[in-house]
């Protein structure tokens, strides 16, 4: 039989649609579901003590797990993200799947040191440098499930197709080559034959990598394949201008447009960056109720733009984080960028609650991904984050200003505890399964470098 814990939190947010915080919450978990909530309950002797204010755990929906070997190089040099595109295509030839669980374990146990308790990992680092086939055509794609259970996280595993180098059609070329299935009917043969167990924390979505890398018929397809199926569909939308330019060049279209044409938005779709949008773009996007995952830090860090998230958001798109890149792995602060930088980008502030940001942090992120998280109630996953309120970032919030100091002032290094589906990863800031998570990022990044 499942074990049945109780959790008390001396203050808590449940999420959804409220914008309070309780006190002396009872938490009842049995395997890995809530099934009481209690606010306003004597601690009972067994329960386990959550520090500080407790919220929904942490959802990263948009993730490329190798990209975290990539943080701090080239901060120095000039261009934009089609320049950086060129460091991170030489990180890509160096990977294999020993080495990408090796990084992917150590970058999934830094999320959890954050507070996030699933990953939807966009993965397209399928085959061997230059193409070709590993003996198990999955093999790099089970290297990250395995690292996410490794490391205590849920994950969903966005497998991305990916079949030419531009919009135009051009084929692909040197590390691309190890991103492509041929055709979408061969993507589908490939990823058919993983077959992944909820249960163990792990569920199987789709991703179109971009109107550039997928060409219409083969969108259609992808967007078929996961409707079939009722899973997350993602991919990566009007990132940069010049992406909107070519498309329009090729088709005529925006991505978004092109996307619609062909069935790919809906309720079941995430829409990764939507920055650069028309007005009937956002029109698109809304009516569907496709969610929009935003990536403050990897949209800055990369010169792309500021999206317009408030605009998203009134549309009718839910909103949801990601750290994308992993300039930094912090939700808090991808949740107040978005914020932030819409007032920079306007001269206006208060575009979105601290409760609404939060929201896109836990279950906003949760739906994206598949998962029935991100709010603390009966039924739910049991996954909770703990902050503590005496850091230097938070001590002395007011009662009323809680939420508000979650939003704009917590970072990371705030998290004391991480509880995943009932079960406790993170203590007192210290991962239970990971035992020494900067060593683990140090050797595996260092593995990976062309001197090594």
Request: proline share 6%; net charge negative; aromatic share 4%.
């Amino acid at each position: 039989m499942d074990e049945r814990r109780r959790w008390l939190a001396g203050l808590a947010w449940l999420g959804g649609p409220r914008e309070t915080v309780d006190e002396r919450v009872l938490i009842t978990t049995q395997g890995d579901r809530i099934v009481a909530v209690e606010p306003g309950s004597d601690p009972p002797p067994d329960a386990r003590r959550l520090p500080g204010l407790v919220l929904p755990a942490l959802a990263n929906a948009h993730s490329h797990a190798f990209h975290r070997a990539l943080r701090g190089g080239g901060q120095a040099a000039a261009g934009d993200f089609w320049s950086w595109r060129d460091g991170m295509y030489a990180l890509a030839a160096r990977l294999d799947p020993d080495s990408y669980l090796a990084l992917a374990r150590a970058t999934y146990a830094e999320m959890a040191l954050a507070g996030i308790a699933a990953v939807g990992e966009f993965h397209y680092l399928h085959h061997p440098p230059g193409g070709g086939r590993y003996a198990d055509p999955n093999a790099m794609g089970r290297a990250l499930l395995l690292a996410a259970e490794a490391a205590g996280l849920r994950i969903t595993l966005l497998d991305t197709c990916y079949l030419q180098a531009d919009v135009d059609g051009t084929p692909l070329r040197g590390v691309q080559r190890r991103f492509g299935d041929g055709d979408a009917d061969a993507w589908a043969e490939r990823v058919g034959r993983l077959a992944l167990d909820p249960g163990r924390g792990a569920l199987l979505g789709a991703a179109i990598h971009s109107v550039r890398a997928v060409p219409p018929a083969a969108m259609a397809t992808v967007a078929a394949w996961a409707a079939g199926r009722g899973v997350p569909l993602h991919l990566h939308l009007s990132e940069q201008p010049a992406e909107n330019q070519a498309c329009l060049a090729a088709t005529g279209r925006t991505p978004a447009v092109l996307a619609a044409d062909h069935g790919v938005l809906g309720p079941r779709t995430t829409a990764v960056h939507a920055t650069h949008l028309t007005g009937e773009d956002l029109r698109l996007l809304g009516a569907g109720g496709t969610t929009a995952c935003i990536c403050p830090t990897t949209e800055r860090d990369l010169a792309d733009g500021v999206g317009p998230a408030r605009r998203l958001a009134l549309a009718g798109c839910p909103l949801a984080l990601g750290s994308d890149s992993h300039a930094v792995i912090d939700l808090f602060e991808e949740a107040r960028a978005v914020e932030l930088d819409e007032r920079l980008a306007t001269g206006r502030r208060g575009h979105h609650r601290p409760a609404e940001l939060l929201r896109a942090a836990t279950s906003g992120g949760m739906r994206s991904l598949g998962w029935d998280a991100g709010v603390i109630e009966r039924g739910r996953l049991a996954d909770l984050v703990a902050l503590r309120l005496d850091s230097p970032r938070l001590a002395g919030a007011a009662r009323g200003d809680l939420l508000a100091a979650a939003a704009f002032a917590a970072t990371a290094s705030d998290v004391s505890d991480l509880v995943v589906g009932g079960r406790q990863v993170v203590a007192e800031g210290r991962h239970l399964l990971v035992e020494d998570v900067p060593g683990a990022l140090g050797t595996a990044i260092a593995g990976l470098s062309p001197l090594g």
